[in-house]
């Protein structure tokens, strides 16, 4: 073991070492030709490839849609790091299998009713001054209605509330510019007292509503007591935007139904989306939070439902806080420009964009310049005095996002299935690009926040068909990269979505991102706070109250503490546990065969994980994660006895035992192995300091990991040593194999360390030096060759210094090997290996070129 | 509408023939040095990059680890297609929510507990002659033993088994090379009568396993019944592997507990991965799945566990169809070469690979030649007389994948982070690859087949620390792509896994699968049968019985048929749904607010959702998939009455009626409306039939499509036209809007058919006229000018025939506009469109090009 471990570190490091300048063996031509690819495709796969490592510029949270969760990518890798469980159970997190994320999931339950998924909509970022702040991220949930909190300084969710007083909603979650509240506007209009009534009384008892969350940012939590919300007519409210800029105060939720059509298909009436579709406008509520918010301190100005103020439009309307402005047919998306100034909707059964100027809207208000009322007595505004104007964009235009440019707007067309760049100031189109198809949202980077950052853009598309390879009815969607970094819009990559039917994205500067890597010790990271159950090295136990036990346990690489648990059937069993790693990534799972639990526990996390005991006999638990070489190892068992049975003892296996000299020999072995393995850890230990690893952060976050395992390894042979002095061999064996396992984990980490320090210390190679390397592998010296070591061929370090006139020594000899034969050096090498060099044909300037890697060779002697 | 509608389709179609022959603006150079790329970077990218479009070459099947999930994704390109839910319940694919796949899941209920998730590790492909056949799929659960089969026509999950007798697995699924059993071994021993047993009855008492489940082809499901186990002594059996070709009827299986140690850190005691890695080597469990299927006939053979056969290991030996051979310490893969003769073990706290021969085994097998046995009775072989050889390979090698190319294989190195490629009957190492980090399995294309087909292989990586933009203390894993076509594995791409910890994956040429994309009308997809409640057009009703209530209803674009359902409190409610669609990826979703049900309804599937209305009140349903333009007006409302209540009815709010004239003007403006978008439709119609759409597949598809949107447009006008003539107006025009949303559907599908054609259709580019069409976009032509139409400056199809010596003409004026104004033509175009032609500043060679690519566009005019 020990002879390979210092062989291995010199081969990975060599080859480390080779790889980060090594060209590869075939050119782009051929590859464009062999791939069919065109001067277009090469361009748009340099513009999106992240070489291995590399990280992304902007960071797209996703909607799952009814897959109930989140998902992370980045731009313009097009790559999804991570989907997040929100309202749906999620066992590699395990979210909703252990007992801290349940609380989470079940505070998402509905009057009694377990709710166990959701249909994801609209995500949004918690701001400052209408800038994205990657604190906290907000999620709403259509079926029922809901909204989560993400912290995104762990990417877990930690809170969800459930609308008190819709059945449906749609225009959630969106955050007004100082994160004061979370907007959450109904959908499907229903009695907001939650009782039965016919569609007869759909105009005078079903309401809309939005519901303003108020959110306590330092707790990072939504105040359920301190949020309200307004009555709305029941127009089926759809999507809402807060203003920002000059419109700060104000808010925007479009509505498709203001027809209040009623359906009845199976009545023999037309269907619902008949009488939708019928009047040329819908209505834009406007309303004003800052004044709601006052209103709602005032009982008279609201109804209490299910504990809840509800605002009613009377107030509204009396206090001039809400107002309708007829918009274009069907409209989806309502946008506010990120000076605050405009907003543009999308009739989606118009071909129209239009564009309304808050300006003409405030000061029709300030003159109280209305053309009417509707049938709840809201004022209505004169469309065309509020517009700035309207641009003819194509077929379903839908959603909008903003440019970094000034004045620059992209708008989705569902039924066209094209993105159009267009100017909303000077109402003009300027660009188009296909999508495929059907898109529904789009996005350019931080392109709904008050400061856009341009250069990207996502199409949603919502049928992908032909896209992708076929993988039955259902088939992902298509997100679309789209390069808006030049004058003309270009796709430049497509990204199925594997699981979840994405509504909306929202995007963010990566560098706004500072999640944690690990958790400080025991933390729950539902709550943010300490767990109650923290357990600490040493402080494992077993507590029983009752038919109560509760298991205080650790993990580390790689055994839990206990390994074995007895308890009785019927029990009501809690396993706590607390990851004792500190390196980054050293996730272990916690995994009870057939009972139903599982918990993901982070480097410093304390889960807990709950049962009943109910079925007699022995269950393995484990560790579910991949943690280390040893991880199968890393188990226990969980025995559940029946205490109304009487158990007899079974007959033991009769086993060879082992003799004295047998065991005696066997701990020299193994104490001789940890002798040899400690002295190559001491030497990579001697490299990794002469090289003054500690300034570089990467390799020691890794030595520090290295060395808390190698600091583990004095207590278990101090107990190695105890059981040999009390004459327990067998005893002694074992901890000595302990004692290599930690030396094990020791290298493990300790070789990353020193191939990560070599390839920060290797020197730059030389255009020559590359060129003589890509020589020298072609021409497949390397099967006989190792840098480094002595292989089927002798080591090539130091090649240079072992001739006189070396150089030139070694050109002929790579030119005409045999011409050299009967020297005496070659003879003995020839005779050593049994083999002869043979004749490469290698040109002159690939010779010269390999001598020039023969020499970055040299210089780098030390890192091999 | 219909103007936008006719010029939409123009400039659609233009612009997409522009863009297949557009050059992107910026160079290669440029984007390399904006983003850091070296030239391998860019070799790599071009490699893995797929265009819009473009199928991949192999399709992957990885498992979820904890997820529960199988995932799957395409090589090179690496983007992952589709998470199928397997053991946890996934709301988007209406897995665990719908009736009928709640049925499948619950199969995986143990002894009673409801399981809503799974620890995936090993799938594997039906296979025939030891080569993959894409028809099924199986994956284990090591938490909870279970096997699960996947239905790879429509990639859903139609069957999980429960493992009768064992607690804990590890080494399934495997499959014999004419799918004849599926193999599953178990992982940590425990007692087969589930009953509770004290540790110190371990060797006595706790047992291993391996149980071959019978697959029946022609049925795809697993037949339990037929199905029977062999018992293992508690040696922790891990991975497995079948023999094909000279081994067939033979299958092996690992095992790192030989040492029987149990553990007991909690008692002081050293912990198991101390005692378990303690031996030198561990033994390979060698057996004949022929010799025991006929075993299994003869009750004499096996004891009945749980109505379980269960061979015992002395009725195994005694027919010589169990061996032990010792194989280097706490192995991980076996892997059975293609040929089968060959079978390769990664001992991972050894540093070789051991590679034995098959030939050996047998002939030991067959003279008895035998070095002892074990405690149980079972023959060991001598190591050495059954190993080919063994070759150092480095630390932790764990699993092994074969290349194409006979005698090689590839080896994964965990603690060393690599993977090794190298020559198994010459015992030579070839070559190294680094990786990042930690590497679990790894694969090469079809490389556990009897004909791997080389190429790519994978690099599971359990840890990805630094790889990624960071997304809190949980990680994803690092999936990496290395090309091994050439002499020199290269790394070219890292894919992070954004949901779950793979554990093992299997790849297949893309070919090998042929998924279908719509369903036959009214199928369970769960059982493959036309559903009970399969409803077409005409047939949905409401049907009570007691207090179960069962709706049969129809799901089109875009409504539900029934829109309103009343049910009493507490009654048992179904909705059978079928969607109607035939039209590929028109999938619906069903969900009812707050009642965590929902349902994906592809097209032609029929789904069933069961919940108790235990809640009064009014609850919407609607469709979960953005499935068209009016995709939020496809809903509907369910009341739920208390019957016990009296309800007295709301007085109406009084809104205003539309008078006579009012509605006549209504109902002639929409007549004329849908007058006219039929006319355009009728357009796009001659287009497509002039063009002979029918030759093209895809399009021809997509005409289908539309024309059965446009075929539901007589009955509904006929509806229209009754109700006029019954004097019912108000009914008419809301029939008249249903016909023209019918139409938008029409278009939708019609445009897409119609750019398709027109794409199929245009002449290719000559280089000169894509250079041209660079410049004229570079120039912002496009600006003002829009082929195929009058924008803001006039069309330029035909200009190169509105002139005399027209080249000539338009040469000169691109180059020197205003020496033209004066022109009467320029003149009265300047007067029309009140703009000036500019001066572009357009060089000689830039305007020859523009004037290829006016040739072009007169070439392909018609398509515009």
Same mark, same amino acid.
């Given at each position: 073991?020990?002879?390979?471990?210092?062989?291995?570190?010199?081969?990975?490091?060599?080859?480390?070492?080779?790889?980060?300048?090594?060209?590869?063996?075939?050119?782009?031509?051929?590859?464009?030709?062999?791939?069919?690819?065109?001067?277009?495709?090469? $361009?748009?796969?340099?513009?999106?490839?992240?070489?291995?490592?590399?990280?992304?510029?902007?960071?797209?949270?996703?909607?799952?849609?009814?897959?109930?969760?989140?998902?992370?990518?980045?731009?313009?890798?097009?790559?999804?790091?991570?989907?997040?469980?929100?309202?749906?159970?999620? %066992?590699?997190?395990?979210?909703?299998?252990?007992?801290?994320?349940?609380?989470?999931?079940?505070?998402?339950?509905?009057?009694?009713? &377990?709710?166990?998924?959701?249909?994801?909509?609209?995500?949004?970022?918690?701001?400052?001054?209408?800038?994205?702040?990657?604190?906290?991220?907000?999620?709403?949930?259509?079926?029922?209605?809901?909204?989560?909190?993400?912290?995104?300084?762990?990417?877990?969710?930690?809170? +969800?509330?459930?609308?008190?007083?819709?059945?449906?909603?749609?225009?959630?979650?969106?955050?007004?510019?100082?994160?004061?509240?979370?907007?959450?506007?109904?959908?499907?209009?229903?009695?907001?007292?939650?009782?039965?009534?016919?569609?007869?009384?759909?105009?005078?008892?079903?309401?809309?509503?939005?519901?303003?969350?108020?959110?306590?940012?330092?707790?990072?939590?939504?105040?359920?007591?301190?949020?309200?919300?307004?009555?709305?007519?029941? /127009?089926?409210?759809?999507?809402?935007?807060?203003?920002?800029?000059?419109?700060?105060?104000?808010?925007?939720?479009?509505?498709?139904?203001?027809?209040?059509?009623?359906?009845?298909?199976?009545?023999?009436?037309?269907?619902?989306?008949?009488?939708?579709?019928? *009047?040329?406008?819908?209505?834009?509520?406007?309303? *004003?939070?800052?004044?709601?918010?006052?209103?709602?301190?005032?009982?008279?100005?609201?109804?209490?439902?299910?504990?809840?103020?509800?605002?009613?439009?009377?107030?509204?309307?009396?206090?001039?806080? $809400?107002?309708?402005?007829?918009?274009?047919?069907?409209?989806?998306?309502?946008?506010?420009?990120?000076?605050?100034?405009?907003?543009?909707?999308?009739?989606?059964?118009?071909?129209?964009?239009?564009?309304?100027?808050?300006? !003409?809207?405030?000061?029709?208000?300030?003159?109280?310049?209305?053309?009417?009322?509707?049938?709840?007595?809201?004022?209505?505004?004169?469309?065309?005095?509020?517009?700035?104007?309207?641009?003819?964009?194509?077929?379903?235009?839908?959603?909008?996002?903003?440019?970094?440019?000034?004045?620059?707007?992209?708008?989705?067309?569902?039924?066209?299935?094209?993105?159009?760049?267009?100017?909303?100031?000077?109402?003009?189109?300027?660009?188009?690009?296909?999508?495929?198809?059907?898109?529904?949202?789009?996005?350019?980077?931080?392109?709904?926040?008050?400061?856009?950052?341009?250069?990207?853009?996502?199409?949603?598309? !919502?049928?992908?068909?032909?896209?992708?390879?076929?993988?039955?009815?259902?088939?992902?969607?298509?997100?679309?990269?789209?390069?808006?970094?030049? %004058?003309?819009?270009?796709?430049?990559?497509?990204?199925?979505?594997?699981?979840?039917?994405?509504?909306?994205? +929202?995007?963010?500067?990566?560098?706004?991102?500072?999640?944690?890597?690990?958790?400080?010790?025991?933390?729950?990271?539902?709550?943010?706070?300490?767990?109650?159950?923290?357990?600490?090295?040493?402080?494992?136990?077993?507590?029983?109250?009752?038919?109560?036990?509760?298991?205080?346990?650790?993990?580390?690489?790689?055994?839990?503490?206990?390994?074995?648990?007895?308890?009785?059937?019927?029990?009501?069993?809690?396993?706590?546990?607390?990851?004792?790693?500190?390196?980054?990534?050293?996730?272990?799972?916690?995994?009870?065969?057939? /009972?139903?639990?599982?918990?993901?526990?982070?480097?410093?996390?304390?889960?807990?994980?709950?049962?009943?005991?109910?079925? &007699?006999?022995?269950?393995?638990?484990?560790?579910?994660?991949?943690?280390?070489?040893?991880?199968? &190892?890393?188990?226990?068992?969980?025995?559940?006895?029946?205490? @109304? !049975?009487?158990?007899?003892?079974?007959?033991?296996?009769?086993?060879?035992?082992?003799?004295?000299?047998?065991? &005696?020999?066997?701990?020299?072995?193994?104490?001789?192995? *940890?002798?040899?393995?400690?002295?190559?850890?001491?030497?990579?230990?001697?490299?990794?300091?002469?090289?003054? /690893?500690?300034?570089?952060? @990467?390799?020691?976050?890794?030595?520090?990991?290295?060395?808390?395992?190698?600091?583990?390894?004095?207590?278990?042979?101090?107990?190695?040593?105890?059981? /040999?002095?009390?004459?327990?061999?067998?005893?002694?064996?074992?901890?000595?194999?302990?004692?290599?396992?930690?030396?094990?984990?020791?290298?493990?980490?300790?070789?990353?360390? @020193? *191939?990560?320090?070599?390839?920060?210390?290797?020197? %730059?190679?030389? %255009?020559?030096?590359?060129?003589?390397?890509?020589?020298?592998?072609?021409?497949?010296?390397?099967?006989?060759?190792?840098?480094?070591?002595?292989?089927?061929?002798?080591?090539?370090?130091?090649?240079?210094?072992?001739?006189?006139?070396?150089?030139?020594?070694?050109?002929?000899?790579?030119?005409?090997?045999?011409?050299?034969?009967?020297?005496?050096?070659?003879?003995?090498? +020839?005779?050593?290996?049994?083999?002869?060099?043979?004749?490469?044909?290698?040109?002159?300037?690939?010779?010269?070129?390999?001598?020039?890697?023969?020499?970055?060779?040299?210089?780098?002697?030390?890192?091999?």
């Amino acid at each position: 073991m020990q002879r390979l471990l210092k062989q291995s570190l010199v081969v990975t490091a060599s080859l480390l070492a080779l790889g980060t300048a090594s060209l590869a063996s075939s050119d782009l031509q051929t590859i464009m030709k062999e791939r069919k690819l065109t001067e277009k495709d090469v $361009l748009a796969a340099a513009k999106t490839y992240q070489p291995s490592g590399r990280k992304d510029e902007f960071v797209v949270f996703s909607s799952g849609g009814q897959s109930g969760q989140i998902l992370v990518y980045g731009v313009p890798s097009m790559r999804i790091y991570k989907y997040i469980g929100v309202f749906t159970p999620e %066992p590699w997190q395990g979210y909703g299998f252990d007992d801290d994320s349940k609380k989470v999931l079940r505070q998402g339950d509905i009057r009694g009713r &377990e709710i166990n998924w959701g249909d994801t909509h609209h995500p949004n970022f918690t701001e400052k001054n209408g800038e994205y702040v990657g604190d906290y991220l907000f999620i709403n949930d259509k079926a029922n209605p809901r909204i989560a909190v993400v912290n995104l300084h762990d990417f877990e969710t930690t809170q +969800i509330v459930v609308n008190p007083i819709m059945k449906s909603e749609h225009g959630g979650s969106f955050v007004t510019p100082n994160t004061e509240y979370v907007i959450e506007a109904s959908q499907y209009a229903a009695p907001l007292d939650h009782q039965y009534h016919p569609i007869e009384e759909y105009e005078a008892v079903f309401r809309g509503a939005v519901t303003l969350w108020k959110f306590d940012y330092a707790k990072g939590k939504i105040d359920e007591k301190a949020s309200f919300s307004l009555e709305f007519p029941p /127009y089926m409210q759809d999507l809402s935007d807060a203003g920002k800029g000059e419109s700060f105060g104000w808010a925007f939720t479009n509505s498709f139904n203001s027809e209040m059509y009623t359906g009845g298909i199976e009545k023999g009436l037309p269907p619902f989306e008949a009488g939708m579709s019928r *009047n040329d406008t819908d209505y834009m509520h406007v309303y *004003n939070w800052q004044m709601l918010e006052k209103l709602a301190q005032d009982p008279k100005n609201y109804k209490i439902y299910h504990g809840h103020r509800v605002i009613s439009i009377e107030a509204a309307v009396k206090a001039g806080a $809400l107002f309708l402005i007829p918009e274009p047919k069907s409209p989806h998306g309502v946008d506010v420009s990120p000076d605050g100034r405009y907003i543009v909707v999308g009739g989606k059964l118009d071909t129209h964009a239009s564009v309304y100027d808050f300006r !003409k809207i405030k000061q029709l208000i300030d003159k109280k310049e209305f053309i009417g009322a509707d049938p709840y007595g809201i004022p209505i505004l004169d469309m065309k005095k509020t517009l700035h104007g309207q641009v003819e964009l194509g077929l379903g235009p839908l959603h909008h996002t903003y440019d970094a440019q000034d004045g620059i707007i992209y708008t989705s067309l569902y039924v066209d299935s094209q993105i159009v760049k267009w100017d909303y100031k000077n109402l003009k189109v300027l660009d188009r690009v296909n999508v495929h198809y059907n898109i529904g949202h789009l996005d350019s980077m931080e392109g709904k926040s008050a400061k856009p950052k341009g250069k990207y853009a996502l199409a949603l598309d !919502k049928l992908s068909i032909d896209r992708f390879n076929p993988v039955g009815p259902l088939h992902p969607q298509n997100h679309q990269l789209i390069d808006i970094g030049g %004058p003309k819009m270009e796709l430049i990559y497509d990204l199925p979505i594997p699981l979840g039917e994405p509504h909306d994205v +929202i995007s963010i500067a990566a560098d706004k991102l500072k999640p944690q890597v690990t958790y400080p010790m025991g933390t729950n990271s539902r709550t943010g706070k300490q767990h109650e159950a923290m357990t600490l090295a040493g402080q494992e136990r077993v507590e029983r109250k009752g038919n109560e036990v509760k298991i205080y346990g650790t993990l580390i690489r790689s055994h839990i503490n206990p390994e074995h648990v007895t308890v009785n059937k019927g029990d009501k069993v809690t396993f706590y546990l607390t990851n004792l790693e500190r390196a980054q990534d050293e996730t272990h799972g916690f995994a009870v065969s057939g /009972y139903n639990v599982h918990a993901s526990v982070e480097p410093g996390k304390t889960v807990a994980v709950t049962f009943t005991a109910d079925e &007699e006999g022995v269950f393995p638990y484990y560790c579910t994660e991949f943690c280390s070489a040893l991880h199968l &190892e890393m188990m226990g068992y969980l025995y559940v006895k029946d205490p @109304k !049975k009487k158990y007899e003892s079974v007959k033991e296996l009769k086993l060879q035992k082992m003799s004295k000299e047998q065991l &005696e020999s066997e701990y020299k072995k193994v104490i001789a192995t *940890n002798k040899a393995t400690d002295d190559v850890i001491q030497s990579v230990v001697k490299f990794l300091k002469d090289k003054n /690893y500690a300034k570089y952060p @990467k390799v020691k976050s890794l030595v520090e990991d290295a060395l808390d395992q190698y600091g583990k390894i004095g207590e278990v042979k101090a107990k190695a040593d105890e059981s /040999y002095k009390k004459g327990d061999v067998n005893g002694a064996i074992l901890w000595e194999y302990q004692v290599w396992q930690y030396m094990v984990k020791t290298a493990d980490v300790g070789l990353r360390a @020193k *191939n990560n320090l070599a390839k920060e210390l290797a020197t %730059p190679m030389k %255009p020559a030096a590359q060129k003589g390397e890509e020589a020298y592998l072609k021409g497949g010296c390397n099967g006989c060759h190792v840098i480094g070591q002595v292989s089927s061929g002798p080591d090539l370090t130091g090649v240079l210094s072992r001739h006189e006139n070396a150089e030139k020594w070694v050109f002929d000899f790579i030119k005409n090997p045999a011409s050299k034969y009967e020297e005496d050096y070659v003879k003995t090498m +020839i005779n050593y290996f049994n083999l002869r060099m043979p004749n490469q044909h290698m040109n002159d300037q690939e010779i010269k070129d390999i001598i020039e890697y023969l020499k970055w060779i040299d210089e780098n002697a030390g890192l091999f």
